[in-house]
């Protein structure tokens, strides 16, 4: 009888921790803040005023979490090419969420360049209308080799992009550097 409830809170246990990665809600919370504060999309807006108020939601956005990679919660992502980089220990996770798109086609970057972790990557998008839709998966494999895994994304023109990663292995890292940018 001992055997058979060790067996069955083993059991549990290993389902527990199920190899997925994150989901699309990842990031919607920021997303849908950006959102209220941004207003709806006004795709004949001038890209100056625009970075603008783009560029204070990211100042306070940035003095809250810092943007580094100690952050809790989704990081910003540019989608101006610019690299952001970082290291999902075992079992963690790691979002970035984008400004809206100007752009139609996106193209983001996952350079993993150090680690062994096996990592799922998810990539979501949201409209003003707060309906969240997956756009990509992809696993990163479980060895030391770099690697460099491109995902261009269509019809994401005013929409907010959500990019979440899970090291799914237990005692290794992921070392990775980020980018967007229009395609």
């Known amino acids: 009888m001992k055997k058979l409830i060790v067996l069955f ?3 549990l246990f290993v ?13 919607a919370k920021l997303a849908e803040k950006t959102w209220e ?9 001038s890209l100056n ?18 943007n580094g990679g100690a952050t809790i919660g989704p990081r910003f992502l540019e989608l101006d090419g610019g690299n952001e980089s970082g290291n999902i220990a075992g079992q963690t996770k790691s979002t ?12 983001i970057t996952i350079n993993k360049y150090d680690g062994k972790a096996r990592t799922g990557v998810v990539i979501c998008v949201q409209g003003r209308n707060g309906v969240t839709t997956q756009k990509a998966t992809y696993e ?16 994401v023109k005013g929409k907010i992009i959500i990019v979440a990663m899970k090291n799914l292995s237990v005692g290794n890292k992921f070392k990775y550097r980020i980018n967007g940018k229009k395609k």
């Not at 970035?96 to 193209?107: A, C, G, Y």
């Not at 990163?140 to 019809?155: A, D, I, S, T, Y």
């Open 49 to 66: 005023p625009f970075k603008s108020k783009v560029q204070a939601i990211k100042n306070v956005w940035n003095w809250i979490a810092s």
């Open 96 to 107: 970035f969420v984008t400004p809206p798109s100007f752009d139609n086609r996106v193209e």
């Open 9 to 11: 809170v083993l059991s």
């Open 140 to 155: 990163f494999p479980n060895n030391k080799n770099g690697k460099v895994k491109k995902f261009v994304l269509n019809n």
């Open 15 to 27: 389902f527990n921790f199920q190899g997925t990665a994150q989901n699309c809600n990842q990031g």
């Open 37 to 45: 504060k941004w207003g709806p999309w006004k795709p004949n807006i």
